[in-house]
């Protein structure tokens, strides 16, 4: 199983980033897959997830401002993050729920 997510950055507060992540080693349409962010001295949170059907789920921390696809043509789950809040500072990790396997994450870094 790899994970591979990209698309951090830096950005002020109202600004937006899309988030990415590409898997491989494991049947990809059928998995449920989820994004979680781990907060500097914080444990890591599912931040959303999306079943292999489209259904998606969010923490009511982001509800309303992110949202999670998928491109199972490209074994490829997205997270699009508007309205950022400094309060959304972490590193974001993809995981296929299930599994315990994680990537490398990508900072996210919100300014004020």
């Known amino acids: 199983v790899q994970l591979v997510e990209s698309g951090g950055g830096l950005v002020q507060a109202g600004g937006s980033l899309r988030l990415s992540c590409t898997a491989s080693?494991?049947?990809?349409?059928?998995?449920?897959m989820a994004w979680y962010r781990q907060a500097p001295g914080k444990q890591r949170d599912m931040a959303a997830t999306i079943t292999s059907g489209g259904t998606t789920n969010y923490a009511d921390s982001v509800k309303g401002r992110f949202t999670i696809s998928r491109d199972n043509a490209k074994n490829t789950v997205y997270l699009q993050m508007n309205s950022l809040k400094p309060e959304d500072t972490a590193v974001y990790y993809c995981?296929?729920?299930?599994?315990?396997?994680w990537g490398q994450g990508t900072q996210v870094t919100v300014s004020s």
């Open positions: 080693g494991f049947s990809f349409s059928f998995a449920t």
């Open positions: 995981k296929k729920q299930g599994l315990s396997s």
